[in-house]
């Protein structure tokens, strides 16, 4: 089976540094699923308002291997970056088929002169993600209150606290802002990494947004420089 993306995703995440490692962990975090010419119809969207999530069904365009290169085994961040567990039992990019599920809060629906956009919160998306499907979620049977979730359950994200000067504060918006913490709180290094003293470059909204992280888990900015 052939297919193609219906849409691209896009936000002020032009990198996966900083991105999100799973969807709905930083709910602020907001982004445009825009259509392609051929499926840019809003019969195709009709009764979609109706819900408050969706499901993106999006490519790993960015894993960096080409198609059909996977591993058995994967190292997932939560784990630290340490221990190997099955590709199946993770949601690694590192697939025989590099699909990605993420489940989405529909913000509204963008009409500019006929062509519908969808506005979403919470992905786990790269700006240029391409997007095969979209689907509904659906309460009564999407979602297991009582579900184990393997070693996720045994493990947790630590959030750092966020520093950031006024000056750069300044650079941006409330919105973008709210954004900019959310993502910086996840700690976006890799797990393996915790020198204090190195200076972190993550893309966001056009600006090079430099930082550290103490051993005490503050994240501070120290600048910011456009891009």
Known sequence: MNIEPIAYYRSLLPSKFGVPRQSGLVPELRGKVVFEPQ???????????????LWLIWGF???????????????????????????????????????????VRLLGIENNDGTPALIVGGADLVDGTPIYDIKPYVTYCDSHDAARSGFVDERHWQELEVSVPGE??????????????????????????EDPERI??????????????SCDGVLRVVDVVKM
């Open 39 to 53: 499926y840019c119809n809003a019969d195709a969207l009709r009764g979609i308002e109706g819900f408050d999530f």
């Open 61 to 103: 365009s960015l894993n960096g291997k080409p198609a059909g290169e996977w591993s058995p085994l994967v190292r997932p961040p939560l784990l630290g970056g340490n221990e190997h567990v099955g590709v199946f039992a993770t949601r690694s990019p590192f697939r025989p088929n590099p699909l990605g599920l993420s489940s």
């Open 168 to 193: 750069f504060r300044a650079m941006f918006s409330d919105e973008e802002y709210a954004m900019l913490c959310g993502v910086l709180r996840l700690d976006p290094r890799p797990q393996y990494h």
């Open 200 to 213: 972190y470059g993550m893309p966001f909204a056009g600006y090079d947004i430099r930082f550290t992280v």
